[in-house]
């Protein structure tokens, strides 16, 4: 099973951009699809983006246009871009993997991140 630390989070205006990064261990990282969740306090962890092995991606229609999913290989390392950030995007954020193909269910994934704080103020 691969490990998976997130690191990026932090406080922001709305509007404003943070990239998170999430350094996987392993060598066979690129075998691996890689999903970003998010939980916000009360309620339940949602599905935010992901990317595949061969890096086809996926997004929630809350973020489409807004956030970026990318992956890089030789770092073990996938990214999340985001945009134009919204008081509703404050939540903790996971990185997930699992192996070769995205999905949307937070119970496809076997290895997990322990998150990092996002918070956009208003």
């Known amino acids: 099973q691969v490990q998976v630390v997130e690191s990026g989070g932090g406080l922001v205006q709305a509007g404003g951009s943070l990239r998170l990064s999430c350094a996987a261990s392993?060598?066979?990282?690129?075998?691996?699809?890689m999903g970003w969740f998010r939980q916000a306090p009360g309620k339940e962890r949602e599905f935010v983006t992901s990317i595949s092995w061969s890096g086809s991606t996926l997004y929630a229609d809350s973020v489409k246009g807004r956030f970026t999913i990318s992956r890089d290989n030789a770092k073990n390392t996938v990214y999340l871009q985001m945009n134009n950030l919204k008081p509703e995007d404050t939540a903790v954020y996971y990185c997930a993997a699992r192996m070769m193909h995205s999905a949307a269910l937070a119970s496809e994934y076997g290895s997990w991140g322990q998150g990092t704080q996002v918070t956009v103020s208003s």
């Open positions: 392993g060598r066979t990282f690129s075998r691996y699809a």
